[in-house]
């Protein structure tokens, strides 16, 4: 019954704290918001080449990612140019002109089909993810290949010039074994980064991805090979 009671203050403390609360919003108002939408695009590609694990999680699980199209561009080069060297083209405008062209249709049917059924394999591997986010990741974990078969076409162009097409395009120039080995390394890196992001990205299963994205791989890239020494 004799119970003392005081008086609590804490809400002239909370109403100090709001009204700086509003004032600092109202000034945090005024100064400029940063542009999220801005990539540098050097350092987007960057980090795709060298973390494509975090890359992909912070980038390709949406439907239209920065330079996407720019990507599928590069893809549909790459697998034009891989084609190309061993075509009835006579001079490098026509070379290139087909494949940047021709990158384009190639592109896309790459992103769409292809991308599709890698979407299929990671549902064989217990995997989750849309579509969309499946297309990316292959799209993006292929440029290493892209760029190689890309670099190949350019430097053999440099190094030997109109010649090439009348020493080196029935039989492999130097420029082609450099490149071979290099596409070597880079599909070999290809396969590794797809495989961790399906891990990391769309949670597939260990056995069943290294089954569906490393051995499978491996065994197709084998056979292109095989057929091209032996064609």
Not at 37 to 53: A, L, P, Q, R, W
């Amino acid at each position: 019954m004799n119970e003392k009671k005081s008086l609590n203050f804490d809400f002239l403390d909370d109403s100090s704290k709001k009204t700086d609360e509003k004032v600092s919003a109202s000034v945090a108002t005024l100064e400029p918001t940063p542009n999220t939408d801005k990539v540098n695009f050097s350092h987007y590609f960057k980090e795709c080449f060298t973390n494509f694990s975090k890359f992909a999680k912070e980038h390709l699980v949406t439907a239209s990612p920065k330079y996407l199209l720019v990507a599928i561009w590069i893809l549909g080069i790459g697998n034009a140019a891989g084609r190309l060297t061993s075509s009835s083209s006579s001079t490098w405008g026509e070379v290139w002109a087909v494949a940047i062209f021709g990158g384009i249709l190639a592109g896309a049917i790459a992103y769409y089909i292809a991308g599709w059924f890698y979407h299929v394999r990671v549902g064989w591997s217990k995997g989750t993810g849309t579509i969309d986010t499946a297309r990316n990741i292959y799209t993006f974990s292929s440029l290493p290949i892209a760029v190689v078969s890309i670099g190949s076409l350019l430097f053999n162009q440099m190094a030997y010039g109109s010649d090439y097409f009348d020493s080196y395009y029935s039989d492999a120039s130097s420029v082609d074994v450099i490149f071979a080995l290099l596409s070597i390394a880079a599909i070999a890196y290809s396969i590794y980064i797809s495989y961790r992001a399906v891990r990391d990205v769309m949670h597939a299963e260990k056995v069943r991805a290294i089954g569906w994205f490393v051995v499978a791989p491996a065994i197709f890239y084998v056979l292109v090979f095989a057929s091209a020494i032996f064609e």
